[in-house]
């Protein structure tokens, strides 16, 4: 059966399995890689101390937030049609995280957008740190994206590597 594109061009069918599976996440972490690159910017205006420079930030977080938008959406069309081999369910764990990464970025930049426009100079300081936060994210998502998208290619299983944060909770226990 042939992929069924959705209105912004991710598979909508026939995802998640051999090539078709390992195109779409490439795409998906290309996609991560641009959003981190937005949000890389518009932290560096950010920093600076001008209203223009601040407006460019805005507008930055705003296309950022359309990108993000689209990854949430298309990561959700993937993670339907899915299929993990047999015997690898660590693919399957992969796509949840992928999902739960991908929502976390879209609130954290929809957050950030909201706080950017605000008058108050607290409510662009909060604005400030979930543009980092988001940045994070990004950073995240392309990266994990990208391994999944290799073990589909390999046939190997996907058992990612535990986050910072995961690792500091661990250590902690």
Known sequence: MADERSSNGGATKGAGTGDD?????????????????TLTAADRFL??????????AVWLVSAGLALSEEIALDIDGFAKTFKAKPGEP??????????????QLQASVRAA???????????????????????????????ETE???SA????????????????????AR
Request: charged share 25%; aromatic share 4%; proline share 3%.
């Open 21 to 37: 599976g390992y195109q779409q996440l490439r795409r998906l972490a290309a996609l991560g890689y641009q959003v981190r690159a």
């Open 47 to 56: 920093a600076q101390d001008n209203d223009t420079d601040r407006d460019t």
């Open 90 to 103: 660590a693919q399957g764990q992969a796509v949840h995280k992928l999902r739960m990464c991908a929502h």
């Open 113 to 143: 957008d909201h706080f950017l426009d605000q008058d108050s100079s607290e409510d662009r300081e909060h604005g400030s740190w979930l543009v980092a936060s988001a940045l994070a994210l990004s950073d995240k998502l392309a990266g």
């Open 147 to 149: 391994d999944l998208a």
């Open 152 to 171: 589909l290619k390999r046939g190997a299983p996907q058992d990612p590597a535990p986050t910072t944060a995961g690792s500091a909770d661990a250590a």
